[in-house]
């Protein structure tokens, strides 16, 4: 590897990075949007929606393009977990303030997700805990249920609203699954950062 290459691949300035940024930009365009009349415009649901979707394509793509092409970078690693947990976290508050879904759901996922964000940031700095398949099922569940919420399933009339009723109920019984897994990912991230200690402390 060539030194042009090495400074390249450890510079802050690309792709995977500018595609997180814009993810940290949409948080407060979401919020913004998914509140609007109380959560009543049907327009502006639809738009949510539609910026909760993009953060979660480019949550995606811009983790790929940074394993592809090795542009893994210290901001990214900082930047990436923060502006996920940004826009989810978001979306279920926004979505408690609506009555769509309970506060204590909220709350307890939040508590859960951001201790072991700042424990993968702060404590756990030189320590590397593989991301377990319990998390990739959490995530996914949260992405299915917190997007589908964000639709006016209960804002539409007519022909749409026993269809609407029957969604709703669908991503509850979802974001039912995702909150299970949210707990039992974050036992197991727990259990295994006190395996590690103590394998290292030889305790």
């Known amino acids: 590897m060539t030194d042009t290459q090495a400074e390249t691949q450890g510079s802050n300035w690309n792709v995977p990075n500018a595609l997180t940024t814009l993810r940290i930009v949409m948080v407060p365009f979401f919020g913004w949007a998914l509140l609007m009349d109380g959560g009543d415009s049907v327009l502006w649901r639809c738009v949510a929606y539609g910026l909760f979707v993009v953060a979660m394509i480019t949550d995606k793509i811009d983790g790929d393009i940074a394993r592809a092409r090795n542009l893994v970078t210290n901001f990214g690693k900082i930047a990436d977990p923060i502006a996920d947990k940004a826009i989810t976290g978001m979306a279920f508050v926004g979505l408690s303030i609506v009555g769509d879904v309970w506060w204590w759901v909220t709350i307890l996922v939040l508590i859960r997700e951001w201790s072991v964000t700042l424990l993968r940031l702060s404590v756990l700095k030189d320590v590397v805990i593989a991301a377990a398949q319990s998390g990739k099922i959490k995530t996914t569940l949260q992405a299915l249920a917190l997007g589908g919420l964000c639709l ?24 039912a699954g995702a909150v299970a897994m949210t707990m ?3 036992y197991e991230f727990f259990r295994d950062v006190r395996r590690q200690r103590s394998s290292v402390t030889g305790n």
């Open 184 to 186: 039992w990912s974050g």
């Open 152 to 175: 006016p399933l209960r804002q539409v009339d007519g022909s749409l609203d026993t269809i609407g009723n029957v969604l709703f109920y669908a991503c509850q019984v979802l974001l």
